[in-house]
């Protein structure tokens, strides 16, 4: 579990990564390197951005297959530090178990309360593999929750930070969107509390799998 904005989590080829990154994906062009140099301001050193090309299911049967070997090749020729992979469930990572020789050191995946993923979170665990969660915050759609204003009263903190340290808690790393500075020293204002394990009991109680983002179950890999 991290402790502060500057702890970094050691993956299990090693690499070492920032536990709370700052997520940039939609955020506009022209207001991108804004809010990346204000994050690095704020202390933020991991950045999280990604592109959707909207055409999966017409890349073929075995684009991802292909792409994961390319992407090893890569990784043993020294070209890239380490390899990831997004939106993996159990069974996406048991099939590229059947044909990977290099274990992804991370699973970046919608998590929140209302979709804890704690299954996977265990399967990931055993595997010596990270999760990390995009949407943390349900796209704000969870800011507003009365159980979870309940027990940021208790700590006298805020929805968000309550999320995201229940997130540390679980050793979940983090990629939390924001393009206000005052929000990402708000959402790194997490390392002074410790959420009672009542409370955490609590929030995982809220799990109802709902997701905001697609679900990756109707992806074609």
């Known amino acids: 579990m991290i402790n502060s904005l500057n702890d970094r989590v050691t993956l299990n ?11 940039v994906f939609q955020i506009p062009n022209q207001d991108t390197a804004e809010v990346v140099a204000n994050g690095i301001k704020e202390g933020y050193r991991l950045i999280d951005t990604a592109q959707v090309y909207g ?3 017409g890349t073929g049967d075995n684009s991802f297959k292909d792409s994961y070997l390319a992407l090893e090749q890569l990784y043993k020729d020294g070209k890239i530090k380490a390899i990831g992979v997004s ?38 665990a055993k595997h010596d593999i990270k999760i990390q969660a995009w949407s943390p915050l349900m796209q704000g759609k969870i800011l507003k929750n009365a159980t979870l204003q309940t027990i940021a009263d208790k700590y006298n903190k805020s929805v968000a ?12 790393l983090l990629a939390v969107k924001s393009v206000h500075p005052e929000r990402m020293q708000s959402n790194a ?11 955490m009991d609590k929030i995982n109680e809220m799990n109802e799998d709902l997701r905001v983002g697609p679900n990756p179950d109707e992806f074609d890999f």
């Not at 080829?13 to 997520?23: A, D, H, Q, R, S």
């Open 13 to 23: 080829n090693g690499t070492k990564i920032p536990g709370l990154g700052l997520g």
């Open 55 to 57: 055409n999966e299911e």
């Open 161 to 172: 930070q309550v999320v995201l340290r229940w997130d540390i808690q679980r050793d979940v």
């Open 87 to 124: 939106n993996f469930q159990i069974h996406h990572l048991e099939e590229l178990a059947e044909y990977a020789t290099v274990t992804p050191v991370l699973d970046q995946v919608e998590s929140h309360p209302k979709l804890s993923q704690n299954e996977l979170r265990d399967y990931a």
């Open 189 to 199: 204002d997490v390392f002074d509390f410790a959420l009672e394990q009542s409370d």
